[in-house]
């Protein structure tokens, strides 16, 4: 990641990408929460383009296709170990986020990741920053006032 910042300020025109491929839902829906632009998300359709490039990127690290109805499945080679309470939570959230994964991904416990493309930007990456500040700031307020609520 440092060196895709020193490049991005020696070339702020050049365009960069993250890509990545997690097996695990809650890594997925982090990053989906925070992170402005991110490709694919439940509220969201992936620009053409985009999508081509996740394909050559993915295809260059030598990430194989698990279904050819849904090339973002991919094989990675790792088993996310997970207990049955984790499971359980993933399947019963509320979260879109973790949704999307899990109907995306359903066999991600076999060791399938779901492609993710970042544009990083410095647009996406302060926009980023501040989705986290505000989420940040607003948890830590509504769990102190609930505290005091119930002392």
């Known amino acids: 990641?440092?060196?895709?910042?020193k490049f991005k300020i020696l070339h702020p025109r050049k365009e960069i990408y993250f890509l990545a491929?997690?097996?695990?839902?809650?890594?997925?829906?982090?990053?989906?929460?925070?992170?402005?632009?991110?490709y694919p998300k439940y509220n969201t359709i992936?620009?053409?383009?985009?999508?081509?490039?996740?394909?050559?990127?993915?295809?260059?690290?030598?990430?194989?296709?698990?279904d050819k109805k849904n090339p973002l499945i991919r094989k990675i080679g790792w088993i996310t170990k997970a207990t049955e309470a984790e499971k359980k939570f993933w399947q019963k959230s509320k979260?879109?986020?973790?949704?999307?994964?899990?109907?995306s991904n359903p066999d991600f416990?076999?060791?399938?990741?779901?492609l993710i493309l970042v544009p990083l930007s410095f647009l996406n990456g302060l926009i980023s920053f501040f989705y986290f500040i505000i989420f940040y700031t607003l948890k830590k307020k509504i769990?102190?006032?609930?505290r005091r609520f119930l002392a």
């Open 1 to 5: 990641m440092k060196e895709a910042i």
């Open 21 to 38: 491929s997690p097996v695990n839902p809650s890594v997925y829906a982090v990053f989906a929460q925070y992170i402005h632009k991110l």
């Open 46 to 66: 992936i620009p053409l383009e985009i999508e081509d490039l996740m394909m050559n990127l993915a295809d260059e690290f030598g990430l194989e296709i698990i």
């Open 95 to 103: 979260n879109p986020h973790l949704k999307y994964y899990i109907e």
């Open 109 to 114: 416990s076999e060791g399938h990741g779901f």
């Open 143 to 146: 769990r102190y006032n609930l």
